[in-house]
């Protein structure tokens, strides 16, 4: 998790200044994230990186803890949570597994861009269900490098992962197929309520998972 940290610190400038490559397929998987949330709700999200989607999702919920293990992500974060004058996001530094998140469960808790790159799926999906109220929800958003429909090209660019990763270019990351991962959801206790790709190629798996009481 350390290496995580550092390589997320050393690239947050670089990643706050970046835009949104499909901002389509963003806008409606905002958009349908904001349907299901409740003026009431308390939020968690895992992850957040600067905090650009805490920002657009503050004004439809009470309180929204925005976490992510790289401490640049989060003072950056800080900045612009501060330059909006909004005042229902609290910024923490904290990987997934930090007691720091619990362990008061929440409403909601989202992991948007994320799962693929946390060593253990299965065990960190069990920790995000600790953390979802019974009857909450989890919405996620991943993409899925070992889904047959990822485009060649864009496989062989792959294979040069090792390779980036060996001098800091890239971070760890896990290959899976959307089935697999809506299997694992489902296996740590969730019901799937709405799932879709967007985009559909290579496949970002929006799922949307109520906590199995
Ligand atoms: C690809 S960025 C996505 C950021 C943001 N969610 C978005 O969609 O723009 C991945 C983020 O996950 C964070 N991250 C990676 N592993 C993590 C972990 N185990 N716990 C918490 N955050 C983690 C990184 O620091 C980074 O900010």
């Not at 619990?102 to 909601?108: F, K, L, Q, R, W």
């Not at 299997?183 to 998972?209: D, H, K, M, Q, T």
């Amino acid at each position: 998790m350390k290496n995580a940290a550092a390589f997320w610190d050393r690239i947050a400038t670089r990643y706050a200044r970046s835009t949104i490559a499909d901002m389509p397929a963003y806008t409606h998987t905002l958009e349908r994230t904001r349907s299901y949330l409740k003026p009431e709700d308390r939020a968690l999200e895992i992850g957040c990186g600067t905090a650009s989607t805490a920002l657009e999702l503050a004004g439809n919920v009470t309180e929204i803890v925005a976490s992510d293990v790289s401490s640049k992500m989060i003072e950056i974060g800080r900045g612009k949570v501060a330059d909006r004058g909004i005042t229902n996001i609290r910024l923490v530094a904290a990987d997934l597994c930090d007691p720091a998140l619990g362990p008061s469960p929440y409403d909601v808790v989202m992991a948007f861009n994320i799962l693929h790159l946390v060593d253990d799926l299965p065990a960190s999906l069990a920790r995000i269900r600790d953390l979802v109220k019974p009857g909450g929800l989890f919405i996620s958003k991943t993409i899925c490098l070992g889904d047959e429909r990822v485009p060649l090209k864009i496989r062989l660019f792959l294979k040069l992962l090792p390779l980036m990763r060996l001098v800091g270019l890239a971070p760890d990351v896990r290959f899976f197929p959307v089935d697999q991962l809506d299997g694992w959801v489902r296996a740590a206790g969730f019901e799937i309520i709405e799932a879709g790709n967007f985009p559909a190629s290579p496949p970002r798996r929006y799922l949307v998972a109520r906590k199995v009481q």
